[in-house]
Every structure is written in C-alpha cells, then in structure tokens.
C-alpha cells in the first residue's frame, strides 16, 4: 500500500462484551469488588488439559450487532483459531481468537468531516490475563499475575490505516463507543475498551510503529502526538525508525519501547481443534439486524429535519445515549430548540461542574421538562433556571413548589420594570450622561443596577429595551 499523507494512522481498538459470563466458559465477565485475585476462573478460563471451551452464543450476538452497526460483510461462519505466543499473561500459552475467517469485513465509520475510515475487520477473541507491575511497567522485579479477566469476550474492531491526524484518530474512538453503547453491547462502568495504535511518518518511509493498550480517548491523542515528535525529531536527527511495539506511559506522557514488531507469521495461526465452525445464518443475521436501535448519526439527521434544531446541538445530543434520551423526553414537553439548547450546555456544564455522569444523575426529564416550561413561558428568567439546575443536580425537587415558596418568579410587569428603569436613570446622571457619549459599559451599568432592584427576577432583554426607551427621551 503506498501512501502520500504526513502521518498514517491505524487503530485496532478492543472492547469487552457486557455478556454475563466469560467467552469460553460459565465464570462471571464482571468482576466484583470484593474478589480476591485468581479466584474468578475455572479450568477452561486457566488452560488446564483436557478442559473444552464452550462458545457464549450471547457474545457472538453482541459481535454480529457491532458488524451490522459498522457495515461490515458478515462470513457465513465462525471459525476460531490459536494464536501462539509465550507470555505470563497466557496460561496455555495461545489467545483463542480469529484470524483466517474473520467474523465481519470491510466497513466503514463516517467522521463529521464526512470521512470514511475503512474497517478491515471485526473479529472475536478471548482477553488475557491482567499482568500487574507493583513499582510500574519498567520499573519492577517482578511481575504478578491475575486470571479473573483472562477469557473475558472481546470484540476487536480494525481499521483501515485511513486516519491522519491524532484528532481524527480520538474522533474514531469517540465515535466507536458511542456506537458500542447504543448497541448495548458495552458498559463503560464493567467493560474495557483500548486501542493499539499503528503510527508512520513519510519522513521514515512510512515504517510502522505500534502503541500498544492506550485507554481514553484523551489518551490515544496524547500518545500519537508524542510519537509523532519522537519520531520525526528521530529522523531530523540522522537516526532510523525501527518497526516495533511501544507502551504508553500516561504519567509520564511518554511512550517506551517494549519489543521488536511481531509479524503475523510469528503468531503460528492455526485453527482450533477443540471449537467447530459455527454457522451465521441469514435468518439469525436478518433477527439481530431487526432489531438494532437507532444510532447516534441517524439521530443526529433526525433531529436536524423533525426538530429544526442546529447541526452542531444534534451531534452533540446523539453521541450520548442518555443525552438523547432526556432531549427526546423533554422536546415533547418545551421547544425542541430551547430543550437542545439547555441540556446541551447548561445540563452538561453543570455535570462537569460536579463530576457527575449520567449513571450518577438524579434528576429525570420531569424535573427538566418543569424547569424549561417555566423559562418558556418566561415565568422565570434564564438566570434563575441556571441556579435551579445547580441545584437540582445536587438533589432534585418540584421546581414549581420551590419557585413559588422562595419567590422566584419573573417580574413581568411592564409599568414596574418601567418605574425601575426610571429612578435607575434618575439615580445615575454620570452613568446616563456616559451612555450618550457612546459608552456600552454605561449602558450595561444602568441595567445591572435594575437588575439589582428586581433581585434578578426580569427578563434582561425587557429591561434594556425599557432602558433605551427611558434614555432616548
């Protein structure tokens, strides 16, 4: 394959089935909070002889819906194969996974600058088991080794080395999770999901350099921006890039080399006799497809055409499931524009604010649906809604009873804001004399000082305009 671009990205990203059990076996997936280490296994998940992998019908379901999902080819069988390598984490030293026949073939996933990033496969296989370095990766004697997670099912999704930019390539992860979520195939709260990166640059004749298990999609831009920079001032400086597998250190914002790049060759792939092909009928295919929900990119058009609302408010609503769940729930109640509008910015600000994700998010789209009602219908100002939702999110109550006891309603009366407005001018004959100089900060001044008088309760719009009217006379 010959390339032209500066830099050329290629992910393979991992994310674990949210299945009940293991891949190959009956042990929980899910880890618990109370488990000891090595104690979640059983023969199988341990490589013990003479044990026999079962297939986990449920995860191939899950594997087939991120397929369809992605628009991938999907094959007609499913046929498993051992991948050779010595390594702690492998207790029978060889990874059930795919590689002769994979599961599902060129897709694709649509970027929101309209490029395609091609999906070269999407195959099935087992994770390994959790190795843990007590003083760090490099840094440690010894090394301990945990088989609760080792047979966990893992669907690996493979990329066309289509991505240029380290933003494109955090863009793709995004975008792939958002996709995985509203499969439900995936819990961000009891599943993994990292990505190994596939880096070049034409500087070193596109020599390829693999990143290995970066997690987070702030992450993966981190680690390929630095690689980028070791590798080019490597070849500015005379030196030569070397194919090869490099870890990523978050704490140092570094990456590090761990070993020679493998080739596939190295891997002895053979087909495993212990696990039948299985077969992927169209009627089976034809079920899932069925019964696939609508995606985030599909909602994202929807909510453009049936709501009106900007195209910059629909991506960002439809790229959280729960987001769009709440929107769709409150545009039936207030105005889709205002609805967009609120819980893309001050919804989410007020999250952020308080490290609070939607698993942790007490308040539903009733107390939303009150709070946005009242604004509405301007029966309290914006300002005072923004305090409410501080509020709510901390503990949720009636919005209508809380306004009304602590009266917070709007001051809607046009002769009072007209009165204030007067003995405001009245008051502050500089400030006045200030404005019709051509100073806004004057302006500005006198509304705030009505704004002070109605404690916040009118609209700001209607007090300028009443203010204007007052200083023109």
Wanted: charge should be negative.
């Amino acid at each position: 394959m010959s390339f032209s671009t500066e830099t050329v990205i290629g992910m393979e990203i991992h994310a674990e089935l949210k299945t009940k059990t293991k891949l190959f076996c009956s042990c929980s997936r899910e880890a618990n909070e109370f488990e000891k280490p090595n104690t979640r296994t059983c023969p199988v998940c341990l490589g013990h002889p003479g044990s026999k992998p079962v297939l986990n019908r449920k995860a191939v379901e899950y594997a087939i819906r991120v397929c369809l999902a992605t628009g991938c080819a999907i094959s007609p069988a499913l046929i498993f194969s051992r991948k050779s390598y010595f390594y702690p984490d492998l207790a029978k030293n060889y990874q059930i996974s795919q590689y002769e026949q994979p599961l599902g073939t060129k897709g694709s996933l649509s970027l929101d600058s309209g490029k395609e990033i091609g999906i070269t496969r999407v195959h099935m296989e087992e994770d390994p088991a959790s190795l843990v370095h007590p003083a760090g990766v490099g840094g440690s004697s010894s090394v301990l080794v945990d088989y609760n997670r080792s047979g966990n099912p893992l669907c690996e999704i493979v990329t066309e080395p289509d991505l240029e930019t380290p933003d494109e390539a955090r863009e793709f992860l995004k975008k792939l999770t958002s996709i995985l979520n509203y499969l439900d195939v995936f819990d961000a709260d009891s599943c993994i999901i990292k990505a190994d990166a596939n880096i070049s640059i034409k500087g070193s004749g596109y020599t390829r350099v693999e990143i290995k298990n970066i997690t987070g999609y702030k992450e993966v831009e981190r680690a390929l921006r630095y690689e980028i920079t070791r590798q080019r001032q490597e070849v500015s400086s005379g030196g030569r890039i070397i194919q090869e597998t490099r870890g990523w250190d978050a704490d140092k914002g570094l990456t590090f080399r761990m070993r020679t790049k493998e080739t596939e060759d190295d891997y002895g792939y053979i087909i495993d006799p212990d696990l039948t092909a299985t077969a992927i009928s169209a009627p089976w295919v034809r079920r899932i497809k069925e019964g696939l929900p609508e995606l985030a990119h599909e909602k994202e058009t929807r909510y453009v055409l049936e709501h009106k609302i900007s195209i910059e408010d629909a991506r960002v609503i439809a790229a959280e499931k729960d987001l769009a769940r709440l929107f769709e729930k409150v545009a039936e109640k207030v105005s889709p524009i205002l609805a967009a509008r609120w819980l893309r910015r001050e919804l989410v600000r007020v999250m952020n604010y308080s490290k609070i994700d939607f698993s942790g998010l007490k308040i539903d789209e009733k107390h939303l649906s009150d709070l946005l009602t009242l604004v509405e219908q301007k029966r309290i100002t914006e300002k005072t809604a923004q305090k409410l939702m501080e509020q709510l999110i901390k503990e949720p109550f009636d919005v209508h009873e809380h306004v009304e006891k602590n009266g917070l309603a709007s001051v809607n009366d046009d002769g009072a804001i007209e009165e204030a407005c007067s003995q405001t001018i009245n008051a502050n004959p500089q400030a006045v004399s200030e404005y019709k100089a051509g100073s806004e900060k004057a302006l500005n001044f006198l509304i705030g000082q009505v704004m002070r008088q109605t404690k916040g309760k009118a609209d700001p719009k209607i007090i300028r305009e009443k203010m204007l009217a007052g200083l023109d006379h």
